[in-house]
C-alpha cells in the first residue's frame, strides 16, 4: 500500500495506519511482518510538494503487511534467500582468519556457525526491487493492439517473495486486486494455482496476454474480442476467464485449470 498526502497540504494522510489498525483490532487478523518496497526508479511525487516547493523527500517506499490467522502462519524465508555480501564470502572462505567468534554486546553468541554457507543470506523486510519493465510481451502487445496498458502493475519479483516465502507448489494464490495479473502471472511459473479478481472489465481482459506469449496479434485480437463480450467464460490454455460472476461454478467445475480470472469486484464477494 502507497502512502498519500491530504489534500491541498503537505502532511500525510493516515488512511494506511488506520486500515492496519482496522484489520487488527476489528477483524482480528496478526500483523505478522511489515514489509517496505523500494522502488528506486520511482518518479518524484507529489510534484507540488517534491518537485515545485521543495518541501518534502521522494516518497519510494510502498508496504507490504503480511497479516495472518494464526500465530504461526506457513513460511520459510530459506527459500528467498539473497546473495551473500563479499564481507559474508570472505568469512565463509576462510572463517579463521577473518573472525574471532565472540559474545556481541547484545547477547548475541557469534559462533563459529557464523560462518557456515547457507547457500545466501537472510533477506531483509526491505525489498529493493526497481519497478522498471518496458519490454514485457504484456506492454508490446498492449502498443501492437493499441490497448491501454494498466496503469499501477508492480514487478513480478515482488510477489515472487511471498509466493516462494509462504507458499508450496500447488498452494492456491489469491489477488483480490488483480490489475493486469501480475500475481496470477508469477504463481503460474512458480507452479502455483491461483485466483485473481478485477473489478475492471477491461484490465482484466487484457491481462489475458501474459499467457498468450508466442501467438499472432490476429490470435490475440480475437481472445481479446471474445473476452469483451460481457458474459464470457473462456479458457486460454490451462487458465478459465470466468467474466461474469454468474459463470463462476461452471467454470470452477469444469476446469482444471492452474488458474482462474475473475471480473467481480471483492467487495461483492
Ligand atoms: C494497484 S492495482 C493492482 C495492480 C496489479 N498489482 C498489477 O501488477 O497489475 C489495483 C487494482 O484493483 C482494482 N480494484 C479496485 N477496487 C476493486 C474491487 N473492489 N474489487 C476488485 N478489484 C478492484 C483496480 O481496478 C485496480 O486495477
Known amino acids: 500500500m502507497g502512502g498519500a498526502y491530504r489534500a491541498g497540504v503537505p502532511s ?3 488512511y494506511n495506519f488506520r486500515v492496519l489498525l482496522a484489520f487488527c483490532d476489528e477483524i482480528g487478523f496478526q500483523l505478522a511482518e511489515d514489509f517496505y518496497w ?8 507529489p510534484i507540488e510538494w517534491v518537485n515545485k516547493r521543495k518541501l518534502r523527500a521522494k516518497d519510494s517506499v510502498n508496504t507490504v503487511w503480511w497479516f495472518s490467522k494464526t ?4 513460511a520459510d524465508v530459506r527459500k528467498v534467500l539473497t546473495p551473500y555480501s563479499d564481507r559474508m564470502k570472505k568469512l565463509i572462505e576462510d572463517p579463521e582468519s577473518f573472525y574471532t567468534p565472540k559474545k556481541r554486546p547484545s547477547g548475541h ?5 557464523f560462518g557456515k554457507d547457507n547457500g ?4 531483509s523486510n526491505l525489498l529493493s526491487i526497481p519497478n522498471t519493465d518496458s519490454n514485457s510481451s504484456y506492454l508490446q502487445i498492449c502498443k501492437e493492439l493499441g490497448i491501454e496498458r494498466h496503469p499501477a502493475r508492480f514487478p ?9 516465502m509462504l507458499t508450496d507448489e500447488d498452494d492456491v494464490v489469491l489477488d483480490i486486486f488483480g490489475g493486469s495479473n501480475t500475481t496470477g502471472f508469477t504463481a503460474e511459473a512458480l507452479r502455483r494455482k491461483w485466483i485473481t479478481f478485477e473489478i475492471n472489465h477491461d484490465y482484466l481482459s487484457s491481462s489475458v496476454f501474459r499467457f498468450l506469449d508466442g ?3 490476429a490470435t490475440m485480437q480475437r481472445v481479446l474480442d471474445e473476452l469483451s463480450k460481457s458474459d464470457a467464460n473462456y479458457f486460454i490454455n490451462k487458465t478459465a476467464c470466468a467474466l461474469n460472476p454468474n459463470n463462476k461454478a461452471k467454470s470452477k467445475a ?5 488458474g482462474e480470472l475473475f471480473v467481480f469486484g471483492a467487495t461483492a464477494l
Not at 254 to 258: D, T
Open 215 to 217: 501467438q499472432s496479434s
Open 156 to 164: 513480478s519479483e515482488l510477489p515472487a517473495f511471498f509466493i516462494k
Open 12 to 14: 500525510r494522510s493516515l
Open 254 to 258: 469444469e476446469s482444471k485449470a492452474q
Open 120 to 123: 545466501g543470506a537472510i533477506p
Open 109 to 113: 553468541d557469534i559462533s563459529d556457525a
Open 71 to 74: 500465530n504461526f502462519p506457513k
Open 38 to 45: 523500494f522502488n528506486p526508479a520511482k518518479l518524484p511525487s
